[in-house]
């Protein structure tokens, strides 16, 4: 599997209007104009042979889980549309009820707490799994990147998640990622799902005091240094960061050895892995250190045989394409008419 992530489409439509709020066309028009068939015609035309498409239950569903239908009527709209260009689509529940990515960096997720919130989210399944799941080339993503506050809870929790979706969906592959953001470190603790048709999911961003240099969305002190890759990052202490901080020596053979738990549990367990996220932040490192990394992810990936989606097809700041990011306005490698970096472009198809 070679592809591309369209997040950003029903997921992170805040993050979208945080960049440019007096454009913001509001969230169901955001959803109408933000990618069509002339993406989906594009992302065929480049190679890839599947999008991971990250949905946030809010887009989808009011607070009391019923179907927002008009909402739910444009994902029918963009399923049908990508399938129809022959790509296979991952639909990764991106934000659960009680569970955020984000908000994981600096507090609790009282998903992992409350039987309500869960049973609000396997309601959001039942809808997504029963409308979806029958359609050849639908693969279902329990959770985006977990931030559970153990191994023991996760392992539980997608069980019953997984239990649940093939109850809605029997003939679907499922997706299963690893706690802690989905990191490959995690795969130690990881047990499979008792289920012999799951994709087992980690997404690549280490170390991510390099590859999220100067992010924005994560003020901590250590994220707001110069780095370059490959290199050595001599870092005292984590600061109290609630995110890994990857100190030391880091190169290629640092960056395989960080994977090795994801290839001993595809053999012990002999199930199939992919990287379903990975990419660094536009305006965090130089060209050369981002290519750099972006090369031996992608040569690992290909000498382990492992699948991947990039992140992120358009804009979030990982994009492809970036249209209306007022931070990339003046970037050489958006200074064309597509307003597409062709440099990490070229590296994907070459993989």
């Known amino acids: 599997m070679r592809g591309v992530n369209f997040g950003g489409w029903f997921s992170q439509i805040d993050a979208i209007q945080e960049k440019d709020p007096a454009a913001f066309p509001g969230c169901e028009e955001h959803v109408r104009t933000f990618l069509g068939p002339e993406d989906f015609r594009r992302v065929r035309s480049w190679g890839f042979d599947h999008v991971r498409l990250p949905v946030d239950w809010q887009n989808l569903f009011d607070p009391s889980v019923r179907p927002r239908e008009e909402m739910l ?28 990515f984000h908000s994981g960096i600096s507090e609790k997720q009282a998903f992992f707490s409350d039987p309500d919130l869960r049973r609000d989210c396997l309601a959001v399944w039942s809808h997504l799994g029963e409308r979806y799941g029958h359609l050849p080339g639908v693969l279902l993503e329990l959770l985006n990147e977990p931030v559970a506050p153990d191994d023991a809870t996760w392992n539980a929790v997608k069980d019953e998640l997984a239990r649940h979706v093939r109850r809605a969906a029997p003939k679907a ?31 690549l961003y280490t170390p991510v005091v390099f590859t999220h240099q100067f992010a924005p969305w994560i003020p901590h002190p250590l994220f707001q240094e110069r780095r370059s890759y490959p290199g050595d990052y001599l870092i005292p202490d984590d600061g109290g960061s609630r995110l890994p901080v990857e100190k030391g020596v880091w190169n ?100």
């Open 73 to 100: 009527a444009s994902l029918d709209r963009a399923m049908d549309g990508i399938l129809a260009e022959g790509l296979r689509v991952i639909l990764d529940l991106h934000k659960c009820p009680g569970h955020d």
């Open 173 to 203: 592959t499922l997706v299963v990622g690893s706690n802690l953001w989905s990191n490959a470190s995690e795969f130690a603790h990881l047990l499979p799902v008792d289920d012999d048709n799951v994709l087992y999911s980690f997404h």
């Open 252 to 351: 290629r053979d640092r960056m395989a050895r960080h994977m090795e738990p994801v290839f001993a549990f595809r053999e012990r367990y002999g199930v199939e892995v992919a990287c379903n996220e990975f990419g660094v932040y536009m305006a965090g490192p130089d060209r050369a250190s981002q290519m750099a990394w972006m090369t031996d992810a992608l040569d690992l990936f290909g000498e382990h045989g492992v699948g991947w989606s990039y992140w992120n097809y358009k804009n979030l700041d990982f994009g492809l394409v970036s249209v209306g990011e007022s931070l990339f306005e003046k970037s050489p490698q958006y200074d064309n008419p597509g307003r597409t970096d062709f440099g990490i472009l070229e590296l994907l198809k070459s993989h």
